[in-house]
């Protein structure tokens, strides 16, 4: 009988730690999941600003932030026309959607508050950067804490 209850005892204590290995597995996937979200927002931005590589040299990408932006402005009316907009309006377009991704006012939020920032270095050097808040394991802290986590992309035009 005492045999049995032994077996138990060090079968409970596998399980327990078993169960720590999966939650921390499910956190780190997360972190993945968030830095992934991150990644292609600010690929997105890029591309953006290469199709519309006159308006990004002439300086109407330089120093954006999402974050001052309210995202849920109305989009430019060129944004439904068949024709398209023009390179000025094309600027305004691809700012509010972006802004409109990173701070999740679609159906789905991306980022737990999440912000975005385009800067322009020396020439045409920019740097796309996304933040966003993520709740890590602080060993200073010897508990979880929010802090924020970032993504950045330099690329030249």
Do not use: H
């Amino acid at each position: 009988m005492i045999e049995i209850l032994v077996t138990l005892v060090i079968l409970a204590v596998g399980l327990l730690g078993l169960a720590g290995l999966m939650i921390d597995g499910l956190r780190n996937n997360q972190s993945a999941y968030l830095r992934t979200q991150a990644s292609m927002l600010a690929y997105n931005m890029a591309d953006r600003m290469r199709v519309n590589r006159v308006e990004a040299v002439a300086g109407d990408y330089d120093d954006y932030d999402t974050s001052a932006v309210d995202a849920t402005t109305t989009l430019p009316g060129c944004a439904s026309q068949t024709t398209g907009c023009s390179a000025n309006d094309q600027v305004t377009l691809d700012k509010a959607e972006w802004t409109r991704q990173i701070q999740g006012t679609g159906t789905i939020a991306l980022l737990p508050q999440g912000v975005g920032t385009i800067t322009r270095g020396a020439g045409n050097l920019f740097t796309i950067t996304v933040s966003w808040q993520e709740i890590q394991w602080s060993e200073a802290a010897g508990a979880n804490t929010a802090g924020t986590q970032q993504f950045s992309v330099q690329f030249s035009l």
